[in-house]
Structure formats: C-alpha cells, structure tokens
C-alpha cells in the first residue's frame, strides 16, 4: 500500500508540472508535419516533439528530485522514531534513492554520448535533439 500511494503521489505532482498540449495548441498542430535529420524521419506530427520534450523533463528533473524527496521523508522517519535501526535503514535508502537520481538524471546524457560515439551521421543526433529539446533541428514541412 505504501508503494501505490508514493506511486499516486508522484503521478500527481506530475501532473501539477506537466503543462500537456492542449487541445486548441494541438489543434494548431493539426496540419503541421515535421522532419528532422536531412529527411531521415519526415512526417512526424509537430505534436509529437513537444509532447516527447516534456516528458523528457519531468523523467530527468521531477523523478530525481521526488525520490529525494521521498528519501529524506524516510530519513526523517527513523530520527523521529529514534530507533538506531531505523535511522540506518533510513540512510540506506536516502543514499540509494540519491544514487538512483543521479543514475536517472545523467543516463540520457550517457546514451546521447554513447550514440554520437557509434552514429555514422550527425542525422540521428539531430533527430534526437528535435525530440528532446523541441527545438531548430525539427523541421517544419511544408504540405501543399
């Protein structure tokens, strides 16, 4: 039970952060295509980016943040209950939830590296910030 309601927690300040396309901005986005890398994905609803871009924020900054959050509540859990046993329980599972949001804050970094390191073309690098940054390299198509 506790497990679902932390899950339910962070759903909901998710969604408070999470400023979803609305339907008239989507509405806008209707008609609109767009292409990224030299023409190697081509139409991809405008839509799409924007959506994939905030997503994208809230796995690399609220995650981290919420399971800090969450491991300073247990912390704190354990001083209260001034049991020696609680406090290190308590320690280990800030220090790891620490590590892992520093793991989920940085792996996109890793794998962006990784994938310059391997890619044959600078394409695939565009298409990903195009993704991720929701910025110049999509390509607004023109539909005729």
Do not use: H, W
């Amino acid at each position: 039970m506790k497990k679902v309601s932390k899950f339910v927690l962070i759903l909901i300040v998710s969604f408070v952060f999470l400023d979803f396309v609305s339907a008239e901005t989507y509405n806008n986005y209707e008609s609109d295509l767009v292409s990224c890398g030299s023409g190697l994905l081509t139409g991809i609803p405008a839509a799409f980016p924007s959506i994939i871009s905030i997503v994208y924020t809230i796995i690399q900054v609220i995650v981290p943040i919420l399971l800090v959050v969450f491991g300073s509540i247990d912390l704190v859990k354990g001083i209260v209950a001034s049991k020696e046993d609680e406090i290190k329980k308590g320690q280990q599972i800030l220090i790891k939830r620490v590590i892992t949001a520093v793991i989920i804050f940085f792996v996109f970094t890793v794998v962006k590296f990784l994938i310059s390191l391997v890619a044959d073309r600078n394409d695939i690098l565009e298409c990903s910030e195009c993704f991720i940054r929701n910025n110049d390299k999509c390509v607004v198509e023109i539909i005729s």
